[in-house]
Antibody, heavy 126, light 111 residues
């Protein structure tokens, strides 16, 4: 059974970098699927941050692209999120998820988020 | 990139059916059959209920069904049960420049 688990600091200071890791068990990242991050500010809705393939090919939300890097470590079966220059607006529960996709000649279609981690709360505060 | 539009809340009595709408544009919902729906109970992670407009993952009750007409997708829950009370989010693929957009969420209350 595939499971995802987020880990990382729960408190980050303004202007610093938020770093989270998602550890995947029960499935090899290298076997396929995109893998992604979604966040949810307290009391608000879901926001897609970005997704990555085991090859390293990644896609980001245009509104966050300048501050986001998602990377993959196949040897540890993990993928990671870095968000720079954080502010209070980045306070949220951060989820990692598996992302089924479809490859077309001219595009990669991200189809859904079918398995989710439990989420980790990150607060940006001094 | 604007979020998909969902009603803030819907309600229904046990045994009834409710439908939650999700309105996008011709650039997302109207073009791609890649609308998904998620159920989220308080303090829990979202759970995939419907993918590709109408497909139910294994283990999801057949009381949940999805459809689409034009730029609007819908999630219908029939035979409402108390356990269905939750927030529901729609999501759509939006093409290779913006990729993914979520709806603002709908709170379902079972009366």
């Amino acid at each position: 059974q595939v499971q995802l688990q987020e880990s990382g600091p729960g408190l980050v200071k303004p202007s610093e970098t938020l770093s989270l890791t998602c550890t995947v068990s029960g499935y090899s990242i290298s076997s396929g699927y995109y893998w992604g991050w979604v966040r949810q500010p307290p009391g608000n809705g879901l926001e897609w941050i970005g997704s990555i393939y085991h090859s390293g090919r990644s896609f980001y939300n245009p509104s966050l692209k300048s501050r986001v890097t998602i990377s993959v470590d196949r040897s540890k079966n993990q993928f990671s999120l870095k968000l720079t220059s954080v502010t209070a607006a980045d306070t949220a529960v951060y989820y990692c998820a598996r992302v089924p996709h479809r490859e077309l000649p001219t595009a990669i279609e991200l189809m859904a988020f079918d398995i989710w981690g439990q989420g980790t709360m990150v607060t940006v505060s001094s | 990139q604007s979020a998909l539009t969902q009603p803030a809340s819907v309600s229904g009595s046990p045994g009834q059916s409710v439908t939650i709408s999700c309105t996008g544009t011709s650039s997302d919902v109207g073009t791609y059959n890649l609308v998904s729906w998620y159920q989220q109970h308080p303090g829990k992670a979202p759970k995939l209920m419907i993918s590709e407009v109408t497909k139910r993952p294994s283990g999801v009750s057949n009381r949940f069904s999805g459809s689409k007409s034009g730029n609007t997708a819908s999630l219908t829950i029939s035979g409402l049960q108390a356990e269905d009370e939750a927030d529901y989010y729609c999501c759509s693929y939006t093409g290779s420049s913006t990729f993914v957009v979520f709806g603002g969420g709908t709170k379902l209350t079972v009366l």
